[in-house]
C-alpha cells in the first residue's frame, strides 16, 4: 500500500519572514511520531514518504498516488490539517488524522477524515493501515517499553533535514496547568542509556552533523542524565551541536554542566515561565527560581547558549513583570528569548478555567500558536497583551546585543543574533500583513 504521511504548517508560517526567521532560528528537521510510524509502515511492506510542510514548499496535489494520507497535527496547524484533509477525502483517498491536537478533539477532526488516532500510534497503526482496526476513533495504548520502538528511517523523509531528533524520554515529571504533552505522553517514561547510544550511533553512521534531544526535560532525571552524556563522551558520540530541553536547576549541578557541555549539549532551551513566585504557584511549575537567577550566567564559562522562554500573560503578572523577565534575559545574555503568550489548549486546566469564566476571545486554531492572544487576561487587556508580545521581541534582539553574543559564543552565533534582530525590526509589518483582522478583533474585544 502507497502511504504518505504530511505534517502541515500553518499559513503564516510559510510566509517570506517566517521561513527566513526559521533557517536562522534553526535548521531543518523532522517531526519524530510521523517518521517512527512510517518506518514501522515499510518493515511491514509498504511504501511510504514523510512530508513536513515547515520546511519545503510541495504541491500536495502530486500526492494523489497515496493510498493512505496520514495527517499529524497540533492545534495551531488544525486548519491546515483539516484543509489538507479535506481536499484528499472529496478525490476518494482514505485519510487518518492523528497528534496532539486531535488526542483532545477527535469528534471535531472526524468531521474531516475517516480514521482519528488518540494518543501515540505505535502499537495500533499496522492494525489501522491494514484495517484490522476498523472504528473511527481509535484510542491508542501507550508503549509501556519505549526501547522496543523503531529508530526512524531518514530516507522516508522527502524535505531537507539536517538534524535528527531523537526521544529519550517520553512524558514529563510535572504537569504544568497550560501544557498538552504531559497530558497526551502520559505516563512518564525512560530509554535505557545503551539504546539511547545506539540511536546516537545510527545518526553518526547517516552523516548527521546536528542532534536535538526531544525530551520535554533532558535533565529532570540528573543521574540518568550523568551516565548518558559520559558515555557519549567515551564512545565520541559527539555532534557539533545538540540541543535540548532542561530545566532551571541544571544551574545548581556544576558536574552536569561540565558533562553537557563536554558531550556538545550547548543549546538549552529552559522555561523560567515568570520570575514571579506567584505564576510560578499559579501553573503549578514546582520551582523556585531564587537560588537559580544568580547562576544563569555561570552557562558562559561552559559555552552553553541559553534559550529562554517565558509566559506572557498570566493573571498573577503584570506588564512590569513581563518587562522585567526581557530585560532579565537581556542582563544574562540569553541567546534567544521566545516569549511565549499563555496559550489555552484544548482540555488543559487553564483552558477548562478560562472557558467556565467566559475569557475565551476566539477558538479558531490558527491563533493558537503561543504568539497571538486568545483569551481575555486579567491584568492588561488582550490587545496590550499582543503588544507587549512585540515590545518583547524588539527590545531584547538588539543591534549591540548581537555583539556580545559574538563576543561571548563566536563568530557564527553572533551572526545567527544579528539575523534575528534584523527580522524582528519587521515584527510590526508581518503583523499587520498577517493578522490584521485579528489585531482588529483584539482592540474591539478590549474596549468592551
Known amino acids: 500500500m502507497r502511504i504518505v504521511f504530511i505534517t502541515p504548517a500553518a499559513h503564516i508560517r510559510k510566509s517570506f519572514f517566517y521561513r527566513m526567521g526559521n533557517k536562522i532560528y534553526t535548521r531543518p528537521n523532522s517531526i519524530t511520531g510521523p517518521l517512527i510510524l512510517a518506518t514501522i509502515l515499510q518493515k511491514h511492506g509498504h511504501k ?68 482519528v488516532v488518540v494518543g501515540e500510534a505505535e502499537k495500533t497503526i499496522v492494525d489501522i493501515i491494514e484495517e484490522r482496526i476498523k472504528e473511527s476513533i481509535v484510542e491508542s495504548p501507550y508503549p509501556e517499553n519505549i526501547d522496543e ?54 545518526y553518526k553512521k547517516l552523516g548527521f552533523e546536528y542532534v536535538n534531544f526531544q525530551d520535554d526535560n533532558f535533565t529532570g532525571n540528573k543521574n540518568r542524565a550523568k551516565i548518558l552524556l559520559t558515555k557519549m563522551i567515551e564512545k565520541n558520540l559527539i ?33 523560567f515561565e515568570s520570575l514571579n513566585p506567584a505564576s510560578l504557584d499559579y501553573i503549578g511549575k514546582k520551582l523556585k527560581l531564587d537560588p537559580i537567577l544568580k547562576e544563569v550566567k555561570k552557562l558562559w564559562k561552559y559555552k552553553i547558549k541559553l534559550l529562554a522562554s517565558f509566559v ?23 541567546f534567544t528569548l521566545q516569549p511565549a503568550i499563555l496559550t489555552p489548549f484544548p482540555k488543559t486546566p487553564i483552558y477548562e478555567k478560562y472557558e467556565y469564566e467566559k475569557r475565551m476571545i476566539t477558538k479558531k486554531w490558527n491563533y493558537f500558536d503561543l504568539m497571538h492572544v486568545t483569551f ?33 559564543y563566536g563568530i557564527s552565533s553572533g551572526l545567527r543574533r544579528l539575523g534575528l534582530w534584523f527580522i524582528t525590526r519587521f515584527t510590526n509589518i508581518v503583523s499587520y500583513i498577517f493578522d490584521s483582522r485579528f489585531l482588529l478583533m483584539l482592540k474591539q474585544h478590549s474596549v468592551k
Open 48 to 115: 511510504v514518504e514523510v512530508y513536513e510542510e515547515l520546511y519545503a514548499k510541495f504541491k500536495i496535489e502530486k500526492l494523489k498516488y497515496a493510498d493512505v494520507i496520514c495527517i499529524s497535527t497540533m492545534t495551531s496547524t488544525a486548519p491546515r490539517a483539516y484543509e489538507i484533509a479535506d481536499y484528499f477525502k472529496k478525490i476518494g483517498k482514505r485519510v487518518i488524522i492523528g497528534g496532539m491536537h486531535v488526542t483532545f478533539s477527535p469528534q471535531e477532526a472526524l468531521n474531516h477524515c475517516d480514521t
Open 149 to 202: 520502538i523503531d529508530f526512524p528511517d531518514y530516507s522516508l523523509l522527502k524535505t531537507p533535514c539536517k538534524e535528527a531528533n531523537i526521544m529519550t524520554t517520553r512524558g514529563c515529571h510535572f504537569s504544568c496547568n497550560y501544557c498538552t504533552t504531559s497530558r497526551m505522553f502520559m505516563p512518564y517514561r525512560e530509554r535505557s542509556v545503551e539504546s539511547v547510544l545506539e540511536e546516537l550511533e545510527y
Open 239 to 271: 555532534f557539533k551541536d545538540v540541543f535540548f530541553f532542561g530545566r532551571a536547576e541544571m544551574l545548581l549541578d556544576d558536574e552536569l554542566l561540565s558533562l553537557l557541555s563536554r558531550a556538545h549539549l550547548r543549546s538549552v532551551l529552559i522555561g
Open 312 to 334: 506572557l500573560g498570566l493573571d498573577t503578572d503584570t506588564r512590569e513583570d513581563i518587562r522585567k523577565a526581557v530585560d532579565f534575559c537581556r542582563r544574562v545574555n540569553a
Open 376 to 408: 481575555k487576561p486579567k491584568n492588561l487587556n488582550a490587545y496590550e497583551l499582543q503588544k507587549e508580545f512585540y515590545r518583547a521581541l524588539r527590545k531584547f534582539y538588539s543591534f549591540g546585543k548581537s555583539f556580545t553574543i559574538m563576543r561571548i
